[in-house]
């Protein structure tokens, strides 16, 4: 499982989504800007990541397990029922 590196600090996040509120960005291929890390924090329920380069990787996020977003790698979600998550986004320290 994929880990955020030590050096970066957390500088946004985004609202709480649900199933009914995801935004359709998310759901399809899109990608963090250079630079641009990401940690897909699941409160409640369960939520499908797929990494979708340089090889497909899927994994169900749930409470117990994050999704790391690497910089400018294409990723997508989708809901599997009722789930709550939030992303959170990081940079290097020194940026």
């Known amino acids: 499982m994929k880990t955020l590196p030590e050096s970066l600090e957390p500088y946004k996040k985004t609202p709480f989504f649900s199933e009914e509120s995801v935004p359709a960005g998310l759901l399809k291929a899109h990608q963090t800007k250079a630079g641009s ?6 409160v409640d329920g369960r939520l499908r990541y797929r990494i979708l380069e340089p090889a497909v990787e899927e994994m169900i ?7 790391v977003i690497e910089p400018t790698v294409l990723h997508e979600v ?10 959170e986004f990081y940079r290097d320290s020194g940026a």
């Open 61 to 67: 996020l749930s409470p117990q397990h994050c999704g």
């Open 37 to 42: 890390w990401g940690k897909i924090v699941v």
């Open 78 to 87: 989708l809901p599997l029922g009722k789930v709550q998550f939030y992303v």
